[in-house]
């Protein structure tokens, strides 16, 4: 960024990938989220998704389904924490559902909100939830 900006150009904002899993380092997205907002620009999650760290649908767990809602938990609530208001951007995510086993990127893993059939999972109702308290401020 700045040396786009050395040359002239200008910088409004910020996109970030996160392509993560219930593994994920939390320590790491909030420091990730902090040298964000650090930039003075205007963040956007640009693309995310959360896997059960390599499982496959038929195979994942309610315990996983669980640790998966609550990385997106996480993810959201630190934004909104660590990311002032006049900065933020929005949030899309990648996939909104599961993969189906034919998908070129994360084939057959369980990675959105919604289940491939776009039945709603847990991970839903938590965004959704996070989503009505932060709208509401």
Not at 15 to 20: A, E, P
Not at 30 to 46: C, D, M, T
Request: no cysteine.
């Amino acid at each position: 960024m700045q040396y786009i900006e050395s040359k002239g150009a200008k910088v409004d904002g910020i996109g970030t990938q996160m392509h993560i899993d219930i593994n994920t380092n939390k320590e790491n997205i909030a420091e990730h989220f902090r040298l964000l907002a650090a930039s003075g620009k205007i963040i956007k999650i640009s693309e995310l998704d959360i896997s059960l760290g390599g499982v496959k649908t038929p195979q994942a767990t309610a315990a996983q389904y669980t640790a998966q809602a609550e990385m997106y938990q996480y993810v959201l609530e630190k934004y909104f924490e660590l990311v002032p208001p006049a900065q933020r951007y929005g949030i899309t995510f990648w996939s909104p559902f599961d993969r189906p086993a034919s998908s070129s990127w994360r084939s057959g893993e369980p990675v959105g909100i919604w289940r491939e059939n776009l039945s709603r999972k847990l991970s839903y109702k938590t965004v959704a939830d996070i989503i009505k308290v932060k709208a509401g401020q």
